[in-house]
């Protein structure tokens, strides 16, 4: 249809001779704000949104914009911590403000009111995370942890803390059990310095820096656990200050210095572990009385000779490591009187002259790892009485004649790895070695014993035959 036509049907507008209409009313944006909103129903808001459930973040993610904005708010602190919050709590035992209570957004004044008015109150004694926090963004130790004065159980494992630990944590003089381990705090250790209730000191596995402060108050400290961090100095002068009473001492994967510290005076410590750090000087001596069940020493660079330190007094040893150090001399035939010992390794080092006949006494040895050293002379029979030996390392030394009958007798029974690698030894190999349960062989590196035959009781195809033929050894005996 043409254009003036469709111009000329067009209807014209009425003329109203009325007063020109008032503008729409504009609606409170107010009345639609969550702050606006009863406090019950801001309550049970709460209660639904689980800010770990992605489907449910993503579906009320209107909700959670508001919720955040209303955590941060001074009429949150006001308002809402004046009456009980609502008892929302995940997997972890802790609920949704607990968990904003720790992050780096909240405000500071949030994190004293809720100290106060909350964790006060319906905490008690005992504050803790149950399980490791795989999805938590990083969270912070906020200085508002020291108005909580009546914990005496602290428990932040795993939480994806990072940062300097507040100087009020000092506050805390009530405080007996504190684990802050597998996180990634950073800073010294002053202020733990002095608190003087803890029994359980745990901050393993972090980013601390400096020394252990040697004008602690730690005098009823029963385990001090500070392994896999970055501490440097001396253990002396901290140790000097130690309650004797300690039981557990954990200081391995650090950079510490200097000597081992004497440890006759502590007669309840079962646990020692020093291990890979950067320790020096020669062993100090032990004495009657005391009760170490385990001595870890693995990775420094101690020396000297390791014989005549009274290692008959250790009566309850059940593991002793002294691995990848720079001791020599030879091994101590009073390690032989240690029944109760399961683990001994005194790998790479420069032990020098035969095995002592008497570590033959060890009924109870699991495992024993001398490789790596420069032993010599041949493989004691009285090792053959070790019924309960698994794994057996003798290699890189230059031990020489042959393999013991007698091993073939009763050690084959439930031994899993032999190493006889790299030494001078000589065949002819055992009878007996297809009744061997071993599982790892290794005979490699032997010259002498090259070319020897395969013992006839050795089943073709079998476990053996497979370990032995690894070993380079193909024809059977005529």
């Known amino acids: 249809m043409p254009a003036t036509k469709r111009k000329k049907n067009r209807k014209q507008p009425k003329n109203r001779a009325s007063s020109p209409p008032s503008p729409p009313q504009k609606t409170q944006k107010s009345d639609k704000h969550i702050l606006s909103l009863p406090f019950e129903v801001i309550a049970q808001i709460f209660t639904?949104?689980?800010?770990?459930?992605?489907?449910?973040?993503?579906?009320?993610?209107?909700?959670?914009?508001?919720?955040?904005?209303?955590?941060?708010?001074?009429?949150?602190?006001?308002?809402?911590?004046?009456?009980?919050?609502?008892?929302?709590?995940?997997?972890?035992?802790?609920?949704?403000?607990?968990r904003f209570f720790f992050s780096p957004a909240a405000p500071a004044s949030f994190q004293l009111e809720y100290a106060d008015r909350v964790?006060?109150?319906?905490?008690?004694?005992?504050?803790?995370?149950?399980?490791?926090?795989?999805?938590?963004?990083?969270?912070?130790?906020?200085?508002?942890?020291?108005?909580?004065?009546?914990?005496?159980?602290?428990?932040?494992?795993?939480?994806?803390?990072?940062?300097?630990?507040?100087?009020?944590?000092?506050?805390?003089?009530?405080?007996?059990?504190?684990?802050?381990?597998?996180?990634?705090?950073?800073?010294?250790?002053?202020?733990?310095?002095d608190m003087q209730s803890l029994t359980d000191l745990c901050i393993q596995k972090n980013e601390f820096t400096g020394i252990l402060p040697a004008n602690h108050r730690w005098m009823n400290l029963k385990m001090l656990s500070v392994s896999h961090n970055r501490l440097t100095g001396g253990l002396g002068p901290c140790f000097n200050m130690l309650n004797r009473d300690i039981e557990l001492i954990y200081c391995n994967s650090n950079l510490f210095t200097g000597d081992v510290p004497d440890l006759r005076e502590f007669s309840n410590l079962y646990h020692l572990f020093?291990?890979?750090?950067?320790?020096?000087?020669?062993?100090?001596?032990?004495?009657?009385?005391?009760?170490?069940?385990?001595?870890?020493?693995?990775?420094?660079?101690?020396?000297?000779?390791?014989?005549?330190?009274?290692?008959?007094?250790?009566?309850?040893?059940?593991?002793?490591?002294?691995?990848?150090?720079?001791?020599?001399?030879?091994?101590?035939?009073?390690?032989?009187s240690l029944s109760r010992l399961e683990d001994l390794n005194l790998h790479w080092n420069s032990f020098e002259n035969p095995i002592p006949n008497e570590l033959g006494s060890l009924a109870n040895l699991i495992h024993l790892k001398l490789s790596q050293n420069n032993l010599e002379g041949p493989v004691p029979i009285p090792l053959a009485r070790l019924s309960k030996l698994r794994f057996l390392q003798l290699d890189h030394n230059f031990f020489s004649g042959t393999i013991p009958q007698e091993f073939s007798d009763s050690?084959?029974?439930?031994?899993?790895?032999?190493?006889?690698?790299?030494n001078n030894l000589e065949g002819p190999l055992p009878n007996g070695m297809g009744r061997w349960g071993v599982k790892r062989l290794f005979l490699k590196g032997n010259q002498?014993?090259?070319?020897?035959?395969i013992p006839a009781d050795v089943r073709p195809k079998s476990k053996m035959w497979q370990l032995l033929r690894e070993n380079g050894f193909e024809k059977y005996r005529t």
């Not at 050690?411 to 790299?422: D, G, M, Q, T, W």
Request: glycine share 6%; aromatic share 8%.
């Open 274 to 336: 020093l291990n890979n750090n950067c320790l020096t000087g020669e062993l100090p001596p032990f004495c009657e009385g005391m009760n170490l069940r385990v001595l870890v020493l693995t990775a420094n660079e101690l020396s000297g000779s390791i014989e005549g330190l009274g290692w008959e007094f250790l009566h309850h040893l059940t593991k002793l490591d002294l691995a990848e150090n720079l001791f020599m001399g030879s091994i101590p035939r009073e390690l032989g």
């Open 448 to 453: 002498r014993l090259k070319g020897e035959r």
């Open 48 to 98: 639904l949104v689980d800010p770990t459930n992605p489907f449910a973040t993503f579906s009320l993610r209107r909700i959670c914009r508001l919720v955040n904005h209303y955590l941060v708010s001074e009429y949150f602190v006001s308002l809402y911590l004046s009456c009980s919050p609502p008892s929302y709590s995940d997997d972890f035992g802790l609920s949704l403000f607990d």
């Open 119 to 193: 964790l006060k109150i319906q905490k008690g004694k005992s504050f803790y995370s149950d399980r490791i926090w795989a999805y938590v963004t990083p969270s912070i130790l906020p200085p508002a942890i020291g108005r909580i004065t009546q914990l005496t159980t602290l428990c932040l494992k795993g939480m994806h803390l990072q940062g300097n630990v507040p100087m009020e944590m000092e506050l805390l003089v009530n405080l007996k059990v504190l684990d802050l381990s597998k996180n990634r705090l950073s800073g010294t250790l002053d202020a733990f310095a």
């Open 411 to 422: 050690l084959s029974k439930n031994l899993s790895l032999l190493a006889l690698n790299h």
